[in-house]
């Protein structure tokens, strides 16, 4: 299946998709391009270094026009024929006219065990809210803010010596596992929907998995 993966920042997520395929744990996914809003994204570098083709159109281009930054998007990935989108720290909420040009739809890393939390600051709103238990969601995009069908899911226990920087750290490290693994399902065509619930086809929990879909990492994670 053909992929873009739109990023705003350094991209370590991007890095963990890239990794994955390298290991050949995503043999259904062809990445075509890197697209950022960001001028000088990292994001930009990884793929370059990678030889995928990296696409700038920045965000500041398009004050106050979020339809037309978006069209100018789609005219940017146009060339690719990509059919899956994979937002990997894009800070942006997509519209209906994006969302309908992937067939196989639009798939984004939240960090924060949805639908609790959803938006920025999540690390911040998580350790003084108290929560125990956090973590990180796979998810396919709809017009709403993190509200689109979960994939895959993945926790760590919030511990009293927890900070933002800590906990989104700890977060970091299972949004690098269930990633790939989720991207790896969708292009595989192993995704389905039946309302908002995603269902899985030929799943079989591994070490330190519960369920379809969901993966519960070692809680020292």
């Known amino acids: 299946m053909k992929v873009v993966v ?6 370590s997520n991007l890095s963990a998709l890239l990794d994955a395929e390298s290991r050949g744990e995503l043999p259904d996914a062809d990445f075509r391009a890197v697209l950022s ?3 000088g994204a990292g994001a930009l ?6 030889g995928i083709a990296a696409i700038t159109v920045p965000v500041s281009d398009f004050f106050g026009d979020r339809a037309g930054h978006e069209r100018a998007i789609l005219e940017a990935l146009a060339p690719f024929g990509a059919e899956l989108a994979v937002l990997a720290g894009f800070q942006r909420v997509l519209g209906r006219g994006f969302l309908d040009a992937f067939p196989h739809g639009v798939v ?6 949805l639908p ?26 709809d017009e709403g803010v993190d509200s689109g069908p979960i994939i895959c899911q993945g926790a760590v226990p919030v511990l009293e010596t927890d900070g933002p920087d800590e906990l989104s750290a700890r977060i970091l490290k299972v949004e690098h596992r269930i990633f790939p693994a989720a991207v790896g399902w969708v292009t595989s065509g192993r995704v389905s929907l039946s309302g908002r619930t995603s269902l899985l086809s030929g799943f079989s929990p591994g070490p330190g998995e519960v369920g379809a879909c969901l993966v519960w990492p070692p809680l020292d994670a």
């Not at 984004?108 to 065990?113: K, R, S, V």
């Open 37 to 39: 809003d960001q001028e």
């Open 116 to 141: 609790s939390f959803p938006g920025h600051m999540v690390w911040s709103k998580e350790t003084a809210y108290g929560v125990k238990l956090a973590g990180a969601t796979v998810h396919f995009v």
């Open 45 to 50: 570098e990884i793929a370059s270094k990678r």
């Open 108 to 113: 984004n890393i939240h960090p924060a065990l």
């Open 6 to 11: 739109l990023c705003s920042g350094r991209g």
